[in-house]
Each structure stands twice: as C-alpha cells, then as structure tokens.
C-alpha cells in the first residue's frame, strides 16, 4: 500500500513562490507521481505529473510557472510553483499512479490527504 504526505503549504502573496513536497513510502518505483489542485466549489484539476524517468506533462494554466521534480532515491516529488496567482488558491493533492501517466484523477491509484495553498494580497 501506497501512502502519499504533502508539506510545503501556507498563504503567500500575488508573485511569490512557494515549494510543495510529497514522500511516498511503499512501492513507488516506476511509477507516475502527479499533482492535481480544487479550489472551493470546483472540479479538481490537473496541475503536473512526471515519469519515473522524468518525463513531465503540465496543465496549461500552470506551464511556464510551475516545475514538477522527482527524486526517485528519496521517495519524493515536488512542485515548484513561481509567479503565483490568487487562482492558484486550493487544496493540493500529491497522486501516485500504478504505472499509467495521465492528466486525469482516473489514472492515479493513490492520493494524499491535501495540502492548502492560498495566494492572497
């Protein structure tokens, strides 16, 4: 069994960055890891996910700001996210695939509990 943990959150202000992290323990290796966000009152979105090998896909809302990374030695994928806006704002879930990469919720397998990200002035 998979278990995903976030940190990395917090409330920053229009243009700041901010750096989430998520660990998996359990088998993770080879596997797709991807980020997605909900903000109030909306359908959870796809944000950015990366290969096993580093191959990365970004949702068209966040590319050219945010970068997805992965260190396979330690578990860990995170998600730089520069140039943040007040849209940005939601709860972010780290997601672990079975070993298909995809832009949907219906391709990961396991989920973290959520991390809250609010971009406010």
């Known amino acids: 069994q998979v278990q995903l943990t976030e940190s990395g959150g917090g409330w920053v202000q229009p243009g700041d960055s901010l750096r989430l992290s998520c660990t998996a323990s359990g088998p993770t290796a080879q596997s797709p890891l991807g980020w997605f966000r909900q903000a109030p009152g909306k359908e959870r979105e796809f944000v950015a996910t990366?290969?096993?090998?580093?191959?990365?896909y970004y949702g068209d809302s966040v590319k050219d700001r945010f970068a997805i990374s992965r260190d396979n030695a330690k578990n860990t994928v995170y998600l730089q996210m520069d140039s943040l806006k007040p849209e940005d704002t939601g709860v972010y879930y780290c997601?672990?695939?079975?070993?298909?990469?995809?832009?949907?919720?219906?391709?990961?397998?396991?989920w973290g509990q959520g991390i809250q990200v609010t971009v406010s002035s």
């Open positions: 997601a672990g695939s079975r070993g298909v990469i995809g832009r949907t919720a219906q391709s990961y397998s396991y």
């Open positions: 990366i290969s096993w090998r580093g191959t990365t």
